[in-house]
């Protein structure tokens, strides 16, 4: 029961993360830096562990998707995204390699997925 509640936790923390707005505070009128910021491939952003499977098809479909939409989260809330990701894929693979957590899993990731739906629509991702 505790694990399941772990779990819950990290889901509600994920989507809160997903969601979660920043506020732009750059200034337009002040002067710009003589430093040329690099230009950003929302394409190389993704999380750095990106392609790991956690070995349960549910999971690994929810894992997919939201690398798949992290090129479309606004940058301003992109790093939270991709670090949640990242705790997510974390946890998932520490109770995927327990054989006592690893069927909780399933209905967790269905779960997961169920609730990030919404954001990922917000993000114009399927």
Known sequence: MRITL??????CAVVLFG???TEN???SNTAT????KPATNPASETPAMAGEKIGIP???EYIAKYEACAGKVPEAGRAAYNSALEQTR???KKLADNPTTKPSLVAACKQAA???AAAWKMYGCN
């Open 6 to 11: 772990v779990i819950l936790s990290l889901v």
């Open 19 to 21: 969601c979660a707005k």
């Open 25 to 27: 505070t750059n200034n």
């Open 33 to 36: 830096s003589h430093t040329a």
């Open 58 to 60: 549910e999971c690994d």
């Open 90 to 92: 974390a946890t998932w």
């Open 114 to 116: 169920e609730q990030q």
